[in-house]
T-cell receptor, first 115, second 111 residues
Framework: DAGVTQSPTHLIKTRGQQVTLRCSPK?????VSWYQQALGQGPQFIFQ???????QRGNFPDRFSGHQYPNYSSELNVNALLLGDSALYLC??????????????FGPGTRLTVL | TQLLEQSPQFLSIQEGENLTVYCNSS?????LQWYRQEPGEGPVLLVT?????EVKKLKRLTFQFGDARKDSSLHITAAQPGDTGLYLC???????????FGPGTRLSVLP
């Protein structure tokens, strides 16, 4: 049973470019959340996708967008890259359920460096 | 805005020592989670505490949720080099859909 997978592992871009990161959720999971983790900090919530729609969004600009496909896989797109976008981007998958007992499984992340 | 603070920020100890790390907030959380993250990997869930005053044990790790559900602690007994990593606490946000994370405590256990 494969866990959460992300691609690519590492990515180097220059300012102003655009990037697409990909995530495949754990088998059986239908919800995907994206987090940004800057060096030395905890993950910050970007947005969550469920049923192919963005359900909740954190405090990130519109340069950050996403998509979820019918097979539950997801993409994170970042336009007009800034130096400050350099971070580890984490994808977490979970199974939709009510209450606080949501268990998220994280992928290994994509390390994005913007030069 | 819900915020979680963690202390200490860094901790370096010798193998065999005991340690406690803390997670605090001015907000009440219905539950808190603890994760461990190793370099190059995503966070891995260790435990979820849901009841004020609750204590959970996971081998040498003891987790406690404060009575007022605003704080939590993680105590490690006889630390081992394999315990090295970033320890993160997280709680559900106001919408209950996702999680607010603390900045983490980076633990280094030296052999």
């Amino acid at each position: 049973d494969a866990g959460v997978t992300q691609s690519p592992t590492h990515l180097i871009k220059t300012r102003g470019q655009q990037v697409t990161l990909r995530c495949s959720p754990k088998s059986g999971h239908d919800t995907v959340s994206w987090y940004q983790q800057a060096l030395g900090q905890g993950p910050q919530f970007i947005f969550q996708y469920y049923e192919e729609e963005e359900r909740q969004r954190g405090n990130f600009p519109d340069r950050f967008s996403g998509h979820q496909y019918p097979n539950y896989s997801s993409e994170l797109n970042v336009n007009a890259l800034l130096l400050g976008d350099s971070a580890l981007y984490l994808c977490a998958s979970s199974l939709e359920r009510r209450g606080d007992f949501r268990v998220q499984y994280f992928g290994p992340g994509t390390r994005l460096t913007v030069l | 805005t819900q915020l979680l603070e963690q202390s200490p920020q860094f901790l370096s100890i010798q193998e065999g020592e005991n340690l406690t790390v803390y997670c605090n907030s001015s907000s009440v959380f219905s539950s808190l989670q603890w994760y461990r993250q190793e370099p190059g990997e995503g966070p891995v869930l260790l435990v979820t505490v849901v009841t004020g005053g609750e204590v959970k044990k996971l081998k040498r790790l003891t987790f406690q949720f404060g009575d007022a559900r605003k704080d939590s602690s993680l105590h490690i007994t006889a630390a081992q080099p394999g315990d090295t990593g970033l320890y993160l606490c997280a709680g559900p946000d106001n919408y209950g859909q996702n999680f607010v994370f603390g900045p983490g405590t980076r633990l280094s256990v030296l052999p």
